[in-house]
């Protein structure tokens, strides 16, 4: 019982990048950003080939950032270039990927096993369950401290503001083409390390393991807020922090449900009948 | 010194909805001149500013600034040479950022925005210190969201925030617009002492006959696109309300 509360603490670690990257697509910038599903699964699909075929984990990292900042800057291209609805080029982008993700596994899943990871470069603790929890934590507190500096630089304040009010920001110098396309990278860069996390938590990369992710993170951002919101915070650190506890907490949700006795083949329902019930309540309670 | 010349300005060329905008129009403005601009609805006083600001491109014609051609300019990059307030009290900050981050935007309007915190203990003082200047008590309030002020509490942000950087030109389109008028008064009061303080070259789009009178030291009118009356200071002085009143009759 206590285990499956740790792993799903484990997969809230994990997807807690994710979430961090729909923060920034969906929160900053006010984009839906469904490239999401085909960065992340893209994310699994490098980590996968790179480790079986004998590379260091933590020279994976990188590349696996800059795979899935690829996607999300064609995506920003797409639609700030061509001025195509940020809707469709997320979809366009995601479909693409879904070849592409394909191409590069070669196959529909790839296992892990037995082969060293970013976990198994360390043992300071013998159960695997808590080195993999101290790591993952370890990486996502980095992520906080860094996304939280980012946001706060004059370049952070800009792409804030880009989201918040556009015609102010162009009337303050800022091109916001280019600050979303960059907004759209960092978003799906953080979202294929996500990726990355996932498939050596679970242990295998999976072509249809992204399908559905942009509502688990969208989710997670949501319950974050609705945390915030009792404790009257504004500040954007504390607002990250939300967000990572918003991803574990919403994998605790999803454990206990599954723990209660419903069936795994319904999870996927669970979560969208829970982000939509997480989505509606504010706005039920505006209109009375 | 701005320069417009022969520009023109055409709305849906070739259909029936054609709306010629802006005639071909030549306009000076001196440095450092505050010029008041009327004119009924759809006379072209908004094509103007659009097109000095760079929100919409014109058809034929120059614009030059200081004999920089800025025609083609793309909007961002006027920046260095103009801010804009909006008739939005809304538009002009960022509900989400603190008054000190939008402040900190504003101060970098010329500059690149980089990788480096900027809201520093020292630019925290020089904020305080500039905003205790408008007198609305908005001092203690700067790591507040701007969304939680009022619009009149936001418009005067906005003005103290077209200053904080180096600029020449303050663009205003009817920035009292949705406020109520006392509110209006002091927002005015503000925008006339800013630019008189930092010797900007102001335009003004207005309805309010009595700021009309009030403010500026040239008045000028547009009608269908061309200029109906353009008076100078002294001109401009002895002008009566129902008069300029009687104008947009015309």
Redesign the interface.
Known sequence: MLNLYLSAILLGLGFASLSIGIFISMRIFNIPDITTDGSFTLGGAVTAVLLSSGWNGWFVLPLVFLTGAGAGAITGLIHTRLKVNALLSGILVMTALYSINLAIMGKSNIPLINLPTIFSSFSFFSDSMLLQLTVLGIIILILWIKVS??L????G??M??TG??E??????????KNMKTAGLALANGFTALSGFLITQVQGFADINMGIGIVILGLGSVMIGEIILKLFRV?AITIHLLGVIGGSILFRIILAFALSAGIDALYLKLVVAVFVLLVVSIPNLKRTE | MIEFIDIQKTYGAGTIHEIKALEPLNLKIMDGEFVVLIGSNGSGKSTLFNLLAGSTQPDKGQILINKTDISHLPEHQRCLYLSRIFQDPLSGTASELSILDNFRLAALRTRKKTLKIGTSQIFRKIIKDRIAGLNLGLESKIDQPVGTLSGGQRQALTLLMAVMDSSQILLMDEPTAALDPGTSRVIMEIAGRIIREEGLTAILITHQVKDVLRYGDRLIQMKEGKILRDLNKTQKQGIQVNEVLGWFGE
């Open positions: 500096w980012l706060k630089t004059d370049f304040l800009a804030r503001a918040n009010n015609t102010m920001v162009r009337a303050l110098g800022v091109n916001t504004s």
